[in-house]
């Protein structure tokens, strides 16, 4: 599931990526989406981004392959959020303030 704000990241992403070549915006989205199926698959592979006020994980990151971007999210027992797409070199906290 995606949080209506990282559909929002993801489609930005498209647009910018498809301007700087035509049918890479869509290879950009087929890389964000084999992300969040290994995601679906190892929810707890990714890397510590968020932790609460215990210092238990909260949020987990995992890289794109192939783009410089960053797919964060939340993982439950009945589903993986993901809380936000973004570039990791432009924006290292961008989305934290987003809830599930």
Same mark, same amino acid.
């Given at each position: ?14 647009? $910018?990526?498809?301007?700087?070549? @035509?049918?890479?915006? &869509?290879?950009?989205?087929?890389? =964000?989406?084999?992300?969040? *199926?290994? %995601?679906?698959? $190892?929810?707890?592979?990714?890397? @510590?981004?968020?932790? &609460?006020?215990?210092?238990?994980? =909260?949020?987990?990151?995992? *890289?794109? %392959? ?35």
């Amino acid at each position: 599931m995606l949080h209506s704000l990282a559909e929002g990241d993801v489609v930005s992403g498209w647009e $910018w990526y498809e301007q700087q070549q @035509p049918g890479l915006g &869509d290879r950009f989205v087929g890389a =964000v989406g084999a992300t969040i *199926a290994s %995601a679906c698959r $190892w929810p707890n592979a990714g890397a @510590p981004a968020i932790h &609460d006020d215990h210092g238990v994980v =909260v949020e987990r990151k995992v *890289a794109t %392959a192939g783009f410089p971007y960053v797919v964060r999210y939340r993982a439950t027992a009945q589903q993986l959020i993901v809380m936000a797409v973004y570039h990791q070199h432009r924006h290292p906290d961008f989305g934290n303030d987003r809830l599930p």
